[in-house]
């Protein structure tokens, strides 16, 4: 089945600084990319995601690289804030099933 | 909001009991996945439905089962509860089909306490 690492498990920045988060994924057969956000006791929740006919997607001060050859992929949020502090976790998906999530990136932006 | 319901949102029972989690997935959505979270770890898939089938089966313990009903809405039963079961469970739902899989939506979570 697929296997989804992540890395690192807890990142600090900088207020305006850049965070990256990259995962890796075992699976070829995955097409399907997600990355989901969770703050302190709530659900997580859709931020972007990126489906394996496109190399890179962009929303405002988040993007998504995959690099299919390599299997893996990350997530870039430039111009960090502080509401931006939560746990993000990447996952992988292929032809309708199972997500499998990455262990989950504790990022901490500091004022 | 979402639009997946999860009940109930807290539960708390003895070791040895058994309780059932109740989802209700968006409209129109196929797929239903259950998730364990434990205390600052990550999301544990233990299974998925599929337009009620089961799909695909992570590390659920044998203690635990799930259906999905034709009405698409899941249950997922956990029996002889453990003090370690103690965790937020989260359903997801997408629309999903077998060929190609779309976004996944979460419900706020059952936050079961074992005691």
């Known amino acids: ?27 070829s057969a995955s097409n399907y990319f997600p990355w989901y956000k969770q703050e302190l006791g709530k659900r997580p929740q859709l931020i972007i995601d990126i489906r394996s006919n496109v190399g890179e997607k962009k929303d405002q001060r988040i993007a998504v690289t995959l690099n299919k050859t390599a299997k893996h992929f990350s997530l870039h949020i430039t111009e960090t804030q502080p ?20 262990t989950g990136t504790q990022l901490k932006v500091e004022l | 909001d979402s639009g997946v319901t999860q009940t109930p949102k807290h539960l708390i029972t003895a070791t040895g009991q058994r309780v059932t989690l109740r989802c209700s997935p968006r409209s129109g959505d196929l797929s239903v996945y259950w998730y364990q979270q434990s205390l600052d770890q990550g999301l544990q898939f233990l299974i998925q439905y599929y337009n009620g089938e089961e799909r695909a089966k992570g590390n659920i313990l044998e203690r635990f089962s799930a259906q999905q009903f034709p009405d698409l809405h899941s249950e997922l039963n956990l029996s002889s509860l453990e003090l370690g079961d103690s965790a937020l469970y989260f359903c997801a739902s997408s629309y999903g089909t077998p060929k190609s899989d779309t976004e996944a939506f979460f ?5 079961l306490t074992v005691v």
Not at chain 1, 83 to 102: H, M, P
């Open chain 2, 107 to 111: 419900g706020q979570g059952t936050r």
């Open chain 1, 83 to 102: 509401e931006d502090s939560a746990v993000y976790f990447c996952a992988a998906a292929g032809g309708g099933n199972k997500l499998t999530f990455g």
């Open chain 1, 1 to 27: 089945g697929e296997n989804v690492e992540q890395h690192p498990s807890t990142l600090s920045v900088q207020e305006g600084d850049s965070a990256v988060i990259k995962c890796t994924y075992s699976d």
